[in-house]
């Protein structure tokens, strides 16, 4: 049977008629439109299809589908989980009696080019037949009922049918007259057909309903940030049911590349979006700008949630600015749950960027000891720099894996955020949790840059013209990268940011504990397999070490106050020891990229046998307000070499200037379509006038993405402002709220909103 790829159709509707769709009269409009076919075909004799009921919301109820905007808003749209049954009612203009009257058939298509043989295309006979007599993994049709004019039909889904949207047909004529006069008709009802993790023959099958709840169908929750170990989470609107989200899903798909019949593989869909959600390759969802200059487009930090991001993308067509790491990774976790792939949000700490598969972190450092930076010609004998991120943001999609052995199915690593190619392309996964603890860097995908990137060493090195390669490892850091790896866990969302009821550890998953010989095991086993990695591993260390170095651990500051960055030595000899000092303290984006230099000290350390002596650099609030960048993450490296020795000894300490949170009060009881009256307020911390004051407030099924500009706050004064939110439907969600200022931006905001019905 002929048919049309549905997608650009689709996508037009969607982008031209977003408004017209969430009309209240639009039911109206169809039912005039049936009233009319239905008086054109009552005067014949042949059997003709009057019309399809696809039941949308009944059948979005079974398949745990009703919190999608789709199903409320248009008649046209259907939501659904493969593997399951869904029931549809045919009307004709006659007396319905398959069995021995009617011959019905219908035809389900996917793709450009749909093909029976390749799952992109099902042609079901409606014999009559009562029962389900196929296995899961085929199309399948029974009736339940007849009733004068109607028949509901059931249909089963296979549990392997491609992910998307589905075009369907029907045909009707006389039973057993093959010259009879055949009446088919095409719907303009889109089928969406998502992935099943309900079901245990779905490739995405998670066995524990509170994990499905929390991976799949919670549309509020938390993206963790910080530097280690002073950690916060940040509240973001994932919105999966919105109505813009799935159609968006749709265009991003259709870019992939991936062909229709393999739409049914949650490890090749997984890995065209860690694709798509960047741009580098294509006309991917979003641009990644790590610079600080956003004026073209949206600072990543003054993000709250992923709807305007995906209706933007789906009504211009066009890559939408900016974003980092925590944005590609919730935009993808939005869109994984959307298809229905059990998707969790997870920030490794202190993550290693490995560029040339060494599972290593190379510092280099020249005679004297002193670090070459970036810009120095020996930065890196390869010309490639490494570095460690304070935080990275990827995300963990859960599936089986047969392409693998077995025992490698579970969490899969998979990464938005453009960094490395692989393949060609700016993707990234999916890598087993398995696979990465156990160090099976041969085992794909990308399983050696996550292992590095959560477990690589940190190795110095000297220069030393005697030494192939031109430079001497002079000491190794096994326990500095992967230091804390947190996800959001299952259950309700904490309010606030450095609330730690809602966060779940889960460093275990992706390795043994540090310093325990099976963690040992695991990155030995991984450099085996790696060349250069057997390079790096097989050189012997040469510094010789009597100095002992801390480094003072501060926790938050909060903005306004001073701070003290302090060194600690000992020297554990029985001889003299001169120390060299150099201090900085620098702000720094959170890829571990330095900003700004806030303060700088040198100075000497004369050490007698057993002796303990402290150097301090004090800094303060002028010294650093003007400096910050997203974040506000201030790195202090003290850099120590001793005179007597080849020692080199660098320390840091990772600290965020701590901003207060925003209160939020819901004034009355939350009543389904009555208004609810809201307060937001904060006192502001600095002594200055904020001004250009905006709040961007977002509420999943309650309220869409919204700005609202607001009067400048006074030195050391209190905003307070007040607005109503208007609920529309019975739902439990989360109010996100942030504010920005020219001077002050950041602050973030959660309420918990349970709607009651009226």
Known sequence: ?????????????????????????????????????????????????????????????????????????????VVLRRGGM?????????????????????????????????????????????????????????????????????????????VGVWSVAAEVSRRNQPEAERHLRRFDT????????????????????????????????????????????????????????????MLLLERSGVKAEARGDPVRVSRALSKMVNSNDDSGLLVGKWDGEYEDGRAPAKWIGSIEIMETYLR??????????????????????????????????ASAHDTNISLSIDEYFDEDGDKIE???????????????????????????????????????????TPQETSDGS????????????????????????VLAEVNADVVRWRKDDSVE?????????????????????????????????????????????EGTRAERVSILTAARRTRTARQVFDMPSEAKEDIVFSIEDRDQVPIGDNFTVMLTTKNTSTEVRTINVVMTCASMYYTGAKAHTIKRHDGEIHLEPNQTKTMSMEVYYSDYYSKLVDHDLIKSIVICNVNETTQCWAG???????????????????VVKKPVPIKISFDNPIPLMLTNCVLILDAPGVMRPKRVPIKNIAPKGKMTFEMNLNPGRVINTTLVVQFNSKQLHNLTGAKKVVVSPA
């Not at 408004?19 to 004799?45: G, M, P, Q, W």
């Not at 035809?107 to 014999?127: C, D, I, M, W």
């Open 1 to 77: 049977m002929p048919t049309v790829n549905p997608y650009n159709e689709l996508i037009n509707r969607f982008t031209n008629d977003l408004e017209v769709c969430r009309r209240e009269d639009r039911d109206l409009e169809i039912e005039n439109e049936l009233n009319e076919i239905t008086r054109a075909f009552s005067a014949s004799k042949e059997p003709k299809i009057v019309c399809v009921d696809f039941q949308p919301r009944l059948n979005a109820a079974y398949h745990h589908c009703d919190r999608y905007e789709l199903v409320d808003r248009r008649t046209d749209c």
């Open 86 to 162: 869904f029931s549809m009612v045919v009307e004709l203009n006659q007396q319905v009696n398959l069995s021995a009257e009617q011959q019905l058939k219908l035809y389900f298509s996917f793709g450009p080019r749909p093909n029976v043989e390749k799952g992109t295309q099902a042609h079901l006979l409606v014999s009559g037949k009562t029962t389900i007599e196929k296995t899961h993994d085929d199309w399948d049709v029974k009736v339940a009922k007849e009733n004068g004019k109607q028949a509901t039909i059931e249909v089963q889904i296979p549990t392997d049918a491609p």
């Open 190 to 249: 889109h089928v969406y057909i998502l992935f099943n993790p309900w079901n245990e023959n779905d490739g995405t099958y998670l066995p524990e309903e509170l994990m499905r709840q929390e991976y799949v169908l919670e549309d509020v929750g938390k993206v963790f940030v910080g530097s280690y170990p002073h950690t916060r989470g940040r509240h973001w609107a994932f919105g999966q049911f919105d109505d813009a989200v799935l159609p968006a899903c």
């Open 316 to 349: 211009t067509r066009q890559s939408v600015k900016y974003g980092q790491c925590w944005v590609f990774a919730a935009c993808l976790n939005t869109i994984c749950r959307a298809l229905g792939m059990p998707c969790r949000v997870v920030t490794n700490f």
């Open 374 to 416: 970036e810009n120095d010609r020996y930065a890196d004998p390869a010309g490639i720099r490494d570095s460690i991120w304070n935080f990275h943001v990827w995300n963990d999609v859960w599936m089986s894996r047969p392409d693998l052995p077995d025992g490698f199915g579970g969490w899969q690593v998979i990464d938005a």
């Open 426 to 449: 700016y993707q990234c996964g999916p890598a087993s949790h398995e696979a990465i603890k156990q160090g099976r860097v041969d085992l794909k995908y990308d399983v050696p840059f």
């Open 469 to 513: 390669g031109g430079f001497a490892k002079m000491t190794t850091q096994t326990s500095s990268v992967g230091r804390l790896i947190l996800t959001k866990k299952a259950g309700p969302v904490a309010t606030g940011g450095f609330f730690k009821s809602d966060r779940e550890d889960i460093t275990w998953e992706y390795k043994p504990p």
């Open 652 to 670: 840091e300490d990772n600290l965020e200037v701590h901003k207060p949170d925003i209160q939020i009060d819901i004034l009355s009881a939350a």
